[in-house]
């Protein structure tokens, strides 16, 4: 039996920032379905990550209320899961529970005290875990076959909280086994992994394009593509330069170099996995998806 090829789509924050980016990043995915494998990675909702940090690390009295903080995330999770697919969905309790965690968390001083990065890292995960499960919840209410998949039982890292290093190896033969065993389509949680004590790390900021790269590597994909929210990889920063072009191909060699010199594209671990393969690593558009984008 002839397997159809595996085609990783990663969606960053930008792409799922809207109820109306969600649903089309999740029809891009279910036009994937026909002659290919669709997996999926996503970042956190635009925003969450970055409100999460100033929760972690603002003040917060232990008042019996929840923070007004956790309040605001929960009833925006709700209500895209809501608007997208529907209060009486099986999965939506799940959701709700993210954020009792979430506010648990928030208020377990103990944990806080005796390792403040690794608290601060279960506490950053909600986003990611959070944005997986609507994501597979609407491609499931779409009758499409998807489960949400947390990262944190197959991506394995140190212990460097907030920055860890991936062990490459154990970390390919178990996204090889989470994956293969998944019946439906994987949407996994990018950004996160676990140390040996299975308490959640986090790989750096944008650190969910990493995780496709893993993801991309692990399974031998046909193609990779990272859906940003802008033309693919530009000549330069377009906040800056507002005529920054799109680059049509890069190599390899190129974009290591870009990354690295700090141009805001892609985290500069992305593709190091997929050196020397022959996944194709396209950066696409979610603003504008008919535009080409780049190709590494
Ligand atoms: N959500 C995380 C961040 O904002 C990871 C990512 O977006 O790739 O840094
Ligand atoms: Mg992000």
Redo the contacts with the bound molecule.
Sequence with gaps: MKTSPTHVLKF??SSLQTTDLIRQAAELVSARTNNTRPVVVV??IDG???QLIALADGNFENTDSPPPQITQLKQQHLEYFDTLISADHPNRPLLNDLFTELEAITKDQIFRKNNRYAWRDQL?SI??RASALIFASLLSHWDIPAHAREAQHFIKTDSSFGRAQVDLDTTRNLIQQAVSSADGIPVIT??IGSNDDKQIT??????????AGLVASALDAERLEIWTDVNGVLTADPKWVPGAESIQQLSFADISELSAHGANVI?PQTIRPLQNTDTAVVVKNSHNPVHPGTLI
């Design positions: 960053g924050g970042s956190a969450v990550t970055d950053l986003g990611e990018g950004f986090t790989l750096g900021r944008s650190g969910s394009d990493y995780t985290h």
